[in-house]
């Protein structure tokens, strides 16, 4: 705590240094200077640049408490790239966006936002979030950027500490490596979404702190500082669109703020005016028992006992020498092993801090009593309580698997755990014996309930999607036409155009209509009556991709919704006819510019970096936020569609292979891709998963960095993929040999030695080496420190089997199939 003291106490730089601006307001004609802020309305927060040490030259663009006596610096803008001099500059620029200037003139850092609006103005508001927006437009929902979804080590009243899922974004505070470094350290405070949501402090990737799940009246770890208080309210939401977790100041007058401190402690402090000080209100890692899992597997952590940790009622220790001698991790069992075939039961544990629910399953509509039916019936079911304890308590969270990091709390609440038969008190809830094997009731009754709750889903998006479509007069209603082959009368539950009304719209399938072709057929601009533009996908006599993939392309992309992916308003099935209908993206696709010396002037580096994102974000989407994990198997640049405003869209799921419950990797003898974006595991043995999605998509950010295809790219010095290429310049850096002279003006240097660690990383020749694409947008959109990527794959390149005459693909880079794995 001192050390942040020292951190925050710089307040002796600031009469010399900086000389206060009336305004609240940066304007693309009036920049702000070092030695220059901008202070917010009510005079709460004050922008400008500092220094940490006053012993080094390193300045940063912060933004701190005005009326605090001590310099508290809330929020960083370039906290991992500093200016060496006094020099810098923040500039609006006329693409509203915020970007930081060295003495140099060169961009160190930049806002990225999207959109674009008449009269771009950075403004600092008296909540501490500034914000990029049209000058005339006060609504929040207008925002292009706000510090608030983008802060450093601080938590302000009115932050959305959490995830977005509309927009793929997420929002989480990290520390500081020292008192005089603000760069980023190793601790995270977030909302894990995974499960019934709750929020961590994490090491790394290892969890030091959980507060468990919210319970309707607070966070079950059950702090003091967590009850009504006079000081803030807080609430946790949690719904289909975002969850996240916010409190407000019930006394604005009062100054509150929470922090992850250098050493790994959420602490809450309040300012004390009297004493004019910081007072700490609130810490956690509160004692011992809040330190994840320290006691493991169905023990009980209580500091009111010695030792500390004990088995539940029940249980026994693993390893009893081991536990006597206070060694704790190897956690506890059950006395009696269970044996669903003979029934088991529930035995009530109160004043509980939830275990760990990240691997749990909860359904808020449900009574407890159907809850424990759920999970008698289900043999991997452990445990079940009430997601809601308020009035008689309601919902349902299961658990499935080891039972984790719980602790004796105030205010605890109930858990019911699975054990044997024989060990259920007289009276107690047994299970019944039942004619059929339980497992297969249990099973079949999640199915079921899965399925009931799909159907809800679905319902929402075609209520949704019905206000997009055409009118009935144009189109058929799903309830009077299903999508049916003689050969096949599965329901994929699409809208489905009538013949006539697509050739009308494409003019007959005119040849000037033609907006190009594909392994699957030509694809069409159409114009509907009502005036909407659509793309149509038509299979060819002569594809060689066929029903199967039609259909495959409608089930994965029909089941998903999201920024990034482009969306199928519907489909054609008449006589021989078999066409998708698409939204039409009228910038076609990103090969289309990024190969080409001309048109790839067009997409300068914000842009690229756009397209980089939003594709990482759709990926991740397929991968971990859709209902079932989707695998593209085919993402390349010519599958990236660009809308007007050169937003990317991943399309083409003709190839996509969809993966149920526990599945992550399979393998095929029927290898589709295209040479030059296929991970090795995939092309040589048929093995795919979430990871050879990634090492295409790391061939995609090379290939938008450098500007040259990975496929045919070759060098004077050496014969190496473009993957082997861009290591070996990494490994000297030698980073701006790589940039595209087409952008290197319009970019920002930091963002683009990023973009290439990144690519760099997914495409490292083995599948366990490679980051998830959660990862990958974190790195992306980060600052923090990244592994050193090893070998890509392919890396002894020109004897590897795709340059070999034994196989071929077009010169094109039509997707390919290879009917045997080699």
Same mark, same amino acid.
């Given at each position: 705590?001192? =050390?942040?003291y ?6 002796f730089l600031?009469?010399t /240094?900086? %000389?206060? +601006?009336?305004t $609240?307001?940066i304007?693309?004609?009036?920049p702000?200077?070092?030695g220059k802020?901008i ?12 220094k940490?040490d006053v012993?080094s030259?390193?300045?940063y663009?912060?933004l ?11 929020w960083?803008a370039?906290r ?5 001099d ?11 966006n ?8 060169t961009a160190i850092?930049?806002?990225n936002?999207?959109? =674009?609006?008449?009269?771009p103005?950075?403004?600092l508001l008296?909540?501490?979030? /500034?914000? %990029?927006? +049209?000058?005339a $437009? ?5 925002y292009?950027w ?6 450093t080590d601080?938590?302000?009243p009115g932050?959305?500490?959490?995830e977005?899922f ?5 929002v989480?505070i990290?520390s500081i490596?020292?008192?005089?470094d603000p760069?980023?350290g190793n601790?995270?405070f977030?909302v894990d ?11 790394g ?7 468990g ?9 059950g ?7 006079p ?5 946790f939401v949690n ?11 019930i ?7 929470l922090?992850?401190s250098?050493d790994g402690?959420i602490q ?12 700490v209100y ?5 004692d011992?028992?809040?330190i994840?899992?320290?006691c493991?597997?169905?023990s ?8 500390i ?5 029940k249980?026994?220790?693993?390893s ?6 206070t ?5 506890c069992?059950r ?8 029934g088991?039961g ?6 509980i801090k939830l ?5 749990s399953?909860?359904n808020?509509?449900m009574?407890?009593?159907e809850?424990?039916?759920i999970?008698l019936k289900?043999?991997?079911c452990?445990?079940?309580a009430?997601t809601?304890?308020t009035g008689k ?5 299961l658990w499935?698997g ?6 004796r709390v105030?205010?605890?609440q ?5 054990m044997?038969?024989s060990e259920?008190p007289s009276g107690?809830?047994k ?9 297969l009731v249990g099973?079949f009754l999640?199915l079921?309930?899965s399925l009931i ?5 679905k319902k929402r998006?075609?209520r ?19 999508l ?12 489905l ?5 697509i050739?009308q719209?494409?003019n007959?399938?005119s ?9 699957f057929?030509p694809?069409?601009?159409g114009t509907l009556?009502?005036g909407q533009?659509i793309a ?9 991709q066929?029903?199967?993939?039609f259909k ?8 998903v919704?999201h920024?990034n ?11 021989e006819?078999k066409?998708?209908?698409y939204?039409f993206?009228?910038n076609?696709?990103?090969d ?10 067009l997409?300068?580096?914000p842009k690229?970096f756009?397209i980089?994102i ?5 990926l ?6 859709s ?8 993402l390349k640049?010519?599958n990236i569609l660009?809308d007007?405003?050169m937003?990317p869209?991943?399309?083409d799921f003709?190839?996509?292979r969809i ?6 990797e399979?393998?095929t ?5 295209t040479?030059?974006?296929m991970?090795?595991e ?11 999605d990634?090492?295409s ?5 090379l290939e938008?960095v450098t500007?040259?295809k ?7 010095d ?5 993957l082997g ?5 990494f490994?000297?850096s030698?980073?701006?040999?790589l940039i595209?002279d087409h952008?290197?003006?319009s970019?920002?240097l930091?963002?683009v030695?990023?973009?290439i ?5 997914c495409?490292?020749?083995?599948p366990?080496d ?13 600052d923090g420190?990244l592994?050193?990527p090893?070998?890509?794959g392919?890396?002894?390149e020109?004897n590897c ?8 693909s ?7 199939t290879?009917?045997?794995a080699r």
């Amino acid at each position: 705590m001192k =050390s942040l003291y020292r951190f925050c106490c710089f307040c002796f730089l600031l009469p010399t /240094l900086i %000389v206060s +601006d009336s305004t $609240d307001t940066i304007t693309t004609n009036q920049p702000l200077a070092d030695g220059k802020t901008i202070i917010s309305s009510g005079g709460a927060f004050e922008l400008g640049f500092f220094k940490p040490d006053v012993n080094s030259n390193r300045t940063y663009l912060g933004l701190w408490y005005k009326k605090v006596s001590k310099l508290t610096v809330v929020w960083i803008a370039n906290r991992d790239v500093p200016i060496n001099d006094t020099n810098g500059l923040l500039k609006v620029t006329d693409q509203a966006n915020l970007a930081l200037f060295n003495g140099e003139g060169t961009a160190i850092w930049s806002s990225n936002a999207t959109g =674009s609006v008449k009269n771009p103005v950075a403004q600092l508001l008296d909540s501490g979030n /500034l914000v %990029v927006k +049209d000058a005339a $437009d006060d609504n929040p929902e207008n925002y292009l950027w706000q510090s608030f979804e983008h802060p450093t080590d601080t938590l302000l009243p009115g932050m959305k500490l959490g995830e977005n899922f509309v927009k793929g974004t997420e929002v989480y505070i990290q520390s500081i490596k020292s008192n005089v470094d603000p760069s980023r350290g190793n601790f995270i405070f977030r909302v894990d979404p995974d499960g019934f949501p709750q929020k961590f402090l994490m090491n790394g990737s290892t969890p030091r702190f959980r507060t468990g799940p919210w319970n309707g009246l607070r966070l079950s770890w059950g702090s003091p500082g967590l009850q009504p208080n006079p000081v803030y309210t807080y609430e946790f939401v949690n719904n289909p669109q975002e969850v996240y977790y916010r409190y407000d100041l019930i006394n604005t007058s009062v100054y509150s703020r929470l922090i992850v401190s250098t050493d790994g402690i959420i602490q809450r402090f309040t300012w004390n005016y009297k004493t004019q000080d910081w007072a700490v209100y609130l810490n956690a890692p509160a004692d011992t028992c809040d330190i994840y899992g320290l006691c493991n597997n169905y023990s009980i952590c209580s500091t009111a006992s010695s030792p500390i940790c004990s088995c539940l009622d029940k249980f026994v220790p693993k390893s009893p020498s081991e536990w006597q001698a206070t060694d704790w991790s190897n956690g506890c069992q059950r006395r009696v092993p269970l044996d669903c075939q003979k029934g088991d039961g529930f035995i009530k544990y109160s004043g509980i801090k939830l275990p760990d629910t990240r691997w749990s399953w909860y359904n808020r509509s449900m009574t407890l009593k159907e809850c424990e039916a759920i999970c008698l019936k289900n043999c991997s079911c452990t445990a079940y309580a009430n997601t809601d304890i308020t009035g008689k308590g309601s919902g349902c969270v299961l658990w499935f698997g080891d039972l984790i990091d719980m602790t004796r709390v105030n205010g605890g609440q109930d858990i019911y755990i699975r054990m044997a038969a024989s060990e259920i008190p007289s009276g107690a809830n047994k299970a019944k014996i039942l004619g059929i094997s339980l497992p297969l009731v249990g099973a079949f009754l999640l199915l079921v309930l899965s399925l009931i709750l799909c159907a809800q889903k679905k319902k929402r998006r075609q209520r949704k999607l019905a206000e997009q479509l055409p009118s009935k007069g144009k189109m058929e209603s799903r309830s009077e036409q299903r999508l049916n082959t003689e050969s096949d009368k599965e329901d994929l539950d699409l809208p489905l155009f009538d013949l006539k009304t697509i050739e009308q719209a494409t003019n007959n399938f005119s040849i000037d209509n033609k907006l190009g072709a594909g392994g699957f057929g030509p694809v069409y601009k159409g114009t509907l009556e009502e005036g909407q533009e659509i793309a149509v996908k038509r299979l060819s006599e002569y594809s060689i991709q066929g029903l199967d993939e039609f259909k495959n392309e409608v089930k994965c992309i029909a089941e998903v919704q999201h920024r990034n992916l482009v969306k199928l308003l519907g489909c054609c099935i008449e006589g021989e006819e078999k066409m998708l209908i698409y939204e039409f993206m009228p910038n076609k696709s990103l090969d289309f510019f990024l190969f080409d010396n001309d048109r790839s002037r067009l997409l300068d580096w914000p842009k690229r970096f756009q397209i980089i994102i939003g594709i990482a974000r759709g990926l991740l989407y397929l991968h971990q936020d859709s209902r079932l994990t989707i695998i593209h198997r085919d993402l390349k640049a010519g599958n990236i569609l660009l809308d007007s405003e050169m937003k990317p869209k991943i399309s083409d799921f003709g190839m996509a292979r969809i993966f149920g419950g526990t599945e992550t990797e399979a393998r095929t003898k029927r290898v589709v891709g295209t040479y030059g974006y296929m991970s090795p595991e995939y092309a040589v043995n048929g093995v795919f998963s979430t990871k050879s999605d990634v090492f295409s998509f790391g061939v995609f950010v090379l290939e938008i960095v450098t500007g040259k295809k990975n496929r045919g790219f070759t060098h004077p010095d050496h014969y190496h993929s473009l993957l082997g290429h861009a290591w070996l310049l990494f490994k000297d850096s030698r980073f701006q040999e790589l940039i595209d002279d087409h952008f290197s003006q319009s970019c920002f240097l930091s963002e683009v030695i990023r973009s290439i660690h990144v690519g760099l990383l997914c495409v490292q020749q083995y599948p366990d080496d490679r980051p998830s694409m959660s990862s990958v947008v974190l790195m992306l959109v980060g600052d923090g420190a990244l592994p050193f990527p090893k070998e890509p794959g392919y890396f002894t390149e020109r004897n590897c089997f795709f340059e070999t005459d034994k196989i071929f693909s077009s010169g094109n880079q039509l997707t390919i199939t290879l009917l045997d794995a080699r």
